[in-house]
């Protein structure tokens, strides 16, 4: 039978122990542990939040960057541009559906005579339906048409947002409004730049 004399290993760790523990319960003493949580403050945030997201989400579809390869027509119009549909980009160099390219486009001069081309038309060049095109346009049109089931709209056709460069020629322009037609897209929206209007 062994007993500890003063100064031995065992008492010295008892006592660290005991010091440690006095020491424990004093700071939690003085921190007391939250056992509910303010959900008030965390509700006024998220609303300020979503007002911001709202509020920019609604100024993105009308904010359309230009450069050399998009240029907006002008129009003297004063309508408000519209905040719901599947966005169509016609550039001077490509088409895109939203953000994602569909196909790049030949030179001005071919455009204004046989569109994209008869390698991108469903019969031949005087054809004016965009197969690539309307295979990106049935994807969209899909996830639109879930889009107003679930917010309780007429979801028998879908609206497009045209973004064209004022330069596109018309046989293009037609060939994209065929398409979108063909796809269930029932009403189209341009998007233009607001220009002065012209005095009498």
């Not at 031949?124 to 089931?149: C, F, H, T, W």
């Not at 020629?169 to 269930?184: A, K, M």
Request: glycine letters at 8%; proline letters at 5%; aromatic letters at 4%.
């Amino acid at each position: 039978m062994s007993s500890s004399t003063p100064g031995s290993p065992a008492i010295s760790g008892v006592t660290r122990f005991k010091a440690e523990l006095r020491k424990s319960i004093r700071r939690n003493a003085a921190e007391p542990e939250v056992n509910f949580l303010n959900i008030t403050a965390m509700l006024d945030m998220m609303t300020i939040i979503l007002v911001f997201l709202l509020k920019s989400l609604g100024e993105s579809s009308a904010s359309v960057p230009q450069n050399d390869d998009l240029r907006l027509p002008k129009s003297i119009v004063h309508s408000q541009p519209s905040e719901e549909g599947v966005v169509i980009t016609v550039s001077k160099s490509q088409i895109l559906v939203g953000d994602k390219k569909v196909l790049d486009l030949p030179g001005r001069e071919s455009l204004a005579q046989t569109g994209v081309g008869a390698q991108e038309k469903r019969s031949g060049p005087n054809d004016v339906y965009i197969v690539k095109l309307g295979n990106a346009l049935q994807a969209a049109r899909k996830i639109d048409r879930r889009v107003r089931e679930a917010k309780g709209q007429d979801a028998s056709t879908s609206d497009a947002i045209i973004v064209a460069d004022g330069s596109t020629p018309y046989r293009l322009l037609i060939e994209v409004l065929f398409t979108l037609g063909q796809n269930e897209f029932g009403k189209y929206h341009m998007m233009v730049m607001q220009g002065k209007e012209i005095p009498r």
